[in-house]
């Protein structure tokens, strides 16, 4: 409840300036959190607590949680229809110098504690925020808040379309050393996020499938101009669904999202990004240095993640 709750509360206040990935699997981090005016990803890992303890939430974290220093640790008091009037946001590496350590049993822990009405004797005191004001640690003032424009998506998606998402997500989950985010809710260009466990870098993806046939073979791929945000750190994965035989075609696109526009017609269709991409012809165009083959996707992202 309190995740979900923090979720909303980040997306409401930055005005879709903070767009919230949730993990695929539980690996340590509770979501990413994609900064849109300048890219980054930040790890986030949610601790909330539902009563207070002698009048202070009373923070208890297993120090084998705690394995990136740059994440941030948020936690809070859940009360009946929102979150309490101040919230804890701190580095995970401050958390651990400010925490006392101890043990359970023979596993280490961090342990801390902070009240609603923060007093300046409080060794967490500069990592207090009010609750109204959360957004503001995570890099969005109430400016850029007002002053953003969210997208409208559209909610329909077709059958083969989540085919598609769901083919990238088995083969990026079969690299043990990723783990996976999808959006809540989807507002941008990506909508699955990798996250490198050891690197900690995160490249955000966008899928886009294409339905063809043997006497079809060229398609239109098409995104909404007014939506698209090309980033370093965003790549679009395109794939063919070979509808006469129930399966994918062996390679696939993928495409940095800063080029994109470079491989699209000169002008906007209708408010549409396009070009046209036939899988089954290997004569050379602009599109031949993207073709990857199907089976070598989950190393080309690795390699993008390890720089």
């Known amino acids: 409840m309190f995740e ?16 919230v990935f949730l993990p695929l699997t539980d690996r340590g981090i509770d979501a990413l959190v994609h900064r849109l005016s300048d890219g980054k990803y930040i790890s986030v890992q949610a601790k909330g607590r539902s009563t207070l303890d002698d009048g202070e939430v009373h923070l208890v974290v297993w120090a084998e949680s705690l394995r990136d220093d740059n994440a941030l640790l948020v936690s809070g008091l859940i009360i009946d229809g929102g979150l309490g009037p101040t919230m804890l946001v701190i580095p995970e590496g401050d958390f651990k110098r400010l925490a006392e350590a101890s043990h359970d049993g023979d596993r280490p822990i961090y342990s801390a504690r902070f009240g609603m009405r923060p007093q300046q004797r409080s060794r967490f005191y500069d990592f207090l925020v009010p609750t109204e004001r959360l957004a503001e640690r995570f890099g969005i003032s109430p400016t850029v808040a007002a002053a953003q424009l969210v997208a409208e998506r559209p909610m329909w998606r077709s059958d083969v379309g989540f085919l598609g998402e769901a083919k990238v997500t088995l083969l990026l989950a079969e690299a043990g050393d990723l783990n996976l ?18 690197s900690r870098r995160a490249v955000g993806i966008q899928v886009k499938t294409r339905s063809i046939d043997a006497s079809h073979s060229a398609t239109t791929v098409n995104i909404r101009a007014l939506s698209f945000r090309p980033a370093p750190s965003t790549y679009f994965v395109i794939l063919a669904w070979l509808r006469d035989e129930d399966r994918f075609h062996g390679d696939c696109l993928l495409i940095p999202s800063v080029e994109f526009r470079d491989v699209c017609q000169p002008e906007e269709v209708n408010g549409q990004l396009k070009f046209e991409w036939d899988p089954m012809t290997q004569v050379r165009s602009r599109l031949l240095r993207y073709r990857t083959p199907l089976s070598a996707l989950r190393l080309e992202i690795l390699s993008r993640l390890r720089g």
């Open 181 to 198: 985010f999808r959006p809540f809710p989807d507002l941008e260009t990506a909508e699955l996020v990798a996250l490198q466990m050891d």
């Open 4 to 19: 979900f709750r923090l979720w909303a509360l980040l997306t409401e206040q930055s005005r879709g300036s903070l767009h």
